[in-house]
T-cell receptor, first 114, second 110 residues
């Protein structure tokens, strides 16, 4: 099994619908991230969490919300999806220590809003 | 703020060398480098901590100039397998969030 698992892997949804992307990890890491990837724009940070009670906005949080249900689970929601939220979404985890904070990525969720 | 990467794209022949640069407007605690193959997740290459260290494995190495808030990734004698998009990621302070640059697309041709 993968260390970081994202579901679904692909999703097509209609404008205005609510959708949730889920991420779970078996690494035991405290830090979890949601990134969005668009061609030419790299990986942009949406939200991040350093523990269950610590949730922070990233660079592009408007239109998104998150929930950290447990140390191992971090969900991203689009309350009312719009076409420009069509993108590849990645969840990532890393250790909270210093020095060895390598990020482990899930396989990504390709979201299309029509 | 996202770090800035340059160049945006590079095309090489097998055996040629390349340098990818990453710079930040803020003080950096660490710099990460990742490679992403098309349709796959980014994969960790190395991390450099402030102190000006240089790291490498195989023919890929990197340097980190803390004072200039810059890092460079060096690919020597490139192989076809080096093709992909390279991302630098930065942490401003120990235990802070990890933000990524826009990526550099590297294509190695036979």
């Amino acid at each position: 099994d993968a260390d970081v698992t994202q579901t679904p892997r692909n999703r097509i949804t209609k404008t205005g619908k609510r959708i949730m992307l889920e991420c779970s990890q078996t690494k035991g890491h405290d830090r979890m991230y949601w990134y969005r990837q668009d061609p030419g724009l790299g990986l942009r940070l949406i939200y991040y969490s350093f523990d269950v009670k610590d949730i922070n906005k990233g660079e592009i949080s408007d239109g998104y919300s998150v929930s950290r249900q447990a140390q191992a689970k971090f969900s991203l929601s689009l309350e009312s999806a719009i076409p420009n939220q069509t993108a590849l979404y990645f969840c990532a985890t890393s250790d909270l220590g210093t020095g060895n904070t390598e990020a482990f990525f899930g396989q990504g969720t390709r979201l299309t809003v029509v | 703020q996202q770090p800035v990467q340059s160049p945006q794209a590079v095309i090489l022949r097998e055996g040629e060398d390349a340098v990818i640069n990453c710079s930040s407007s803020k003080a950096l605690y660490s710099v990460h480098w990742y490679r992403q193959k098309h349709g796959e997740a980014p994969v960790f290459l190395m991390i450099l901590l402030k102190g000006g260290e240089q790291k490498g494995h195989d023919k890929i190495s990197a340097s980190f100039n803390e004072k200039k808030q810059q890092s460079s990734l060096y690919l020597t004698a490139s192989q076809l397998s080096y093709s992909g998009t390279y991302f630098c990621g930065t942490e401003n302070n120990a235990g802070n969030m990890l933000t990524f640059g826009g990526g550099t697309r590297l294509m190695v041709k036979p």
